[in-house]
């Protein structure tokens, strides 16, 4: 008896452990590895080919999967003759106008979307609306693009920004009917550069000083994003007034400079354009700096120069 007793828990803890791991490998592998392995999508509508040209040549070359946003009501020549009063018109003019898509959508497995469409006087039309209006974009990376006469990009942009704040909507790109192979590639290069930004947590950097390890806090502007992207960064700082660690760097930063007026021990600033101090104790200051950061309980780093790691 008490022998099955150790066999049934033997077996129940095997049928444990298996689904357990399998689970585990579940999560690891969701997301990046959907059907086609690609985790980028190209979606697009287009009303008559134009954009749908671009669509396919981006998906051919950044291995994107492509899905159409197909109108429940397709637009007929006359519905898109904006010469007269069309239905494409009368859409665009409406603020309520939400047409309808046919089909389903599934974005759920994508982090990155190519959102691709005609201009229709000078924005995006109405269609997309209703495409955020029904499906959950939030957390995706959106890389605008479209097709037109001869009207830019930026007022969809824009349009789209103010429509759901939320969505993380990168500056896109408008080409024309007749784009070189160079540009696109040039577009998607651009885009998978900004990708694998956004992708790193910007938010904290790592710093060795004289051997020990502390984590700085970045502040979310482009003097901290800089400094992120000089790290790995070798320097030596030097001491100045009992409280300070300074060094001139040869790339000159982004500067958006106030004054603090008390400066907290741990407190990384950059002074001028090009000047990186590490505060180790708290004094009031007069002085004019821009924040990049702090650092975690920064112990005084009492005198003299120290050797410092950036990332
Ligand atoms: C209703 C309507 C409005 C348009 N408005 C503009 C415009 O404001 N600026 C522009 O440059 N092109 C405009 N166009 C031209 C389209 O943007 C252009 O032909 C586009 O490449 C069509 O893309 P598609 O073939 O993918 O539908 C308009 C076209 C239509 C049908």
């Given at each position: ?25 579940e999560?690891?592998?969701n997301?990046?590895?959907n ?43 006359s ?128 710093v ?62 950059l002074?001028?354009?090009g ?37």
């Amino acid at each position: 008896m008490r022998r099955k007793i150790i066999i049934c828990i033997v077996l129940i803890f095997c049928i444990f452990l298996v689904s357990g791991c399998t689970k585990n490998k579940e999560v690891k592998t969701n997301k990046k590895n959907n059907n086609s392995g690609s985790n980028s999508l190209v979606l697009y509508f287009s009303a008559t080919g134009t954009t749908k040209g671009i669509v396919e040549r981006i998906a051919k070359n950044s291995n994107s999967d492509i899905i159409e946003i197909i109108p429940k009501d397709k637009y007929t020549s006359s519905d898109l003759d904006y010469n007269n009063d069309c239905r494409a018109n009368k859409e665009q003019n409406d603020n309520k106008a939400r047409p309808k898509i046919k089909n389903k959508i599934d974005i759920s497995k994508y982090d990155v979307i190519y959102l691709g469409y005609p201009i229709w006087w000078g924005t995006n039309p109405k269609i997309i609306l209703t495409l955020l209006d029904t499906y959950d974009l939030t957390g995706k990376i959106i890389f605008p693009f479209c097709t037109s006469g001869s009207s830019g990009i930026e007022e969809s942009i824009n349009n789209l920004r103010n429509y759901n704040s939320k969505l993380i909507i990168k500056d896109g790109k408008r080409f024309s009917s007749n784009t070189s192979e160079h540009e696109i590639i040039e577009f998607i290069n651009k885009c998978k550069i900004e990708y694998n930004y956004i992708d790193k947590d910007t938010s904290k950097m790592n710093v060795n000083i004289d051997g020990k390890d502390y984590t700085i806090n970045l502040e979310d502007n482009s003097t901290a994003k800089k400094l992120f992207e000089l790290a790995p960064l070798e320097v030596t700082m030097k001491e100045l007034n009992g409280n300070e660690k300074y060094v001139y760097l040869s790339s000159s930063f982004p500067v958006d400079s106030y004054k603090p007026g008390h400066i907290n021990q741990g407190d990384v600033m950059l002074f001028d354009n090009g000047c990186l101090v590490i505060f180790y104790k708290s004094f009031d200051t007069s002085y004019s700096y821009t924040k990049i950061g702090y650092i975690d309980n920064l112990p005084d780093l009492g005198n003299g120069d120290v050797s410092v790691k950036f990332g």
